[in-house]
């Protein structure tokens, strides 16, 4: 995993990665990692990451493909003991709704008809909740 470089502004995911900022985790391996939105849409909101840090899809390196996939399917599996509907999408770039300029698919879980991307202000989850949904999807190891 490579670090931000000095002069980049500082980047959470890779924070979260280094371990210094919290995340409620759900998987992690050697080359990946899903934790909970901390501003989730709908509960269960998960984001899964690369831990090497790239800016957008077209930067990852064609040998790290496989294991990002793999990651995404599983974490989608587990979202699935939630609710089985919901939104895979990985926004690219600023004009696109790219807020943290890691490579992140977001994982929307949906209960209900209406549109995943609220239009309200999303509110940060709070602890309690973080622990219930990690009750259900199962919690990283370790």
């Known amino acids: 995993m490579a670090s931000p470089d000095r002069g980049a502004p500082a980047c959470v995911f890779c924070d979260i990665v280094a371990g210094r900022a919290p995340s409620h985790k759900i998987y992690e391996d050697k080359d990946t990692l899903a934790f909970l939105d901390l501003f989730p849409i709908t509960r269960g909101h998960t984001l899964v990451i690369p831990k090497r840090h790239v800016d957008r899809l077209t930067e990852l390196r064609e040998e790290e493909y496989e294991d990002l996939f793999r990651t995404l399917v599983t974490v989608c599996r587990r979202t699935e003991r939630l609710s089985p509907d919901y939104n895979v999408a990985v926004n690219q770039g ?12 977001h994982i929307i879980p949906r209960y209900t008809t209406s549109g995943p991307f609220a239009t309200t202000p999303r509110t ?11 009750a259900a999807l199962g919690e990283a190891p370790g």
């Open 94 to 105: 600023k004009l696109a709704g790219q807020i943290v300029f890691h490579l992140h698919f």
């Open 124 to 134: 940060r989850i709070r602890d309690e909740e973080a622990e219930t949904v990690l």
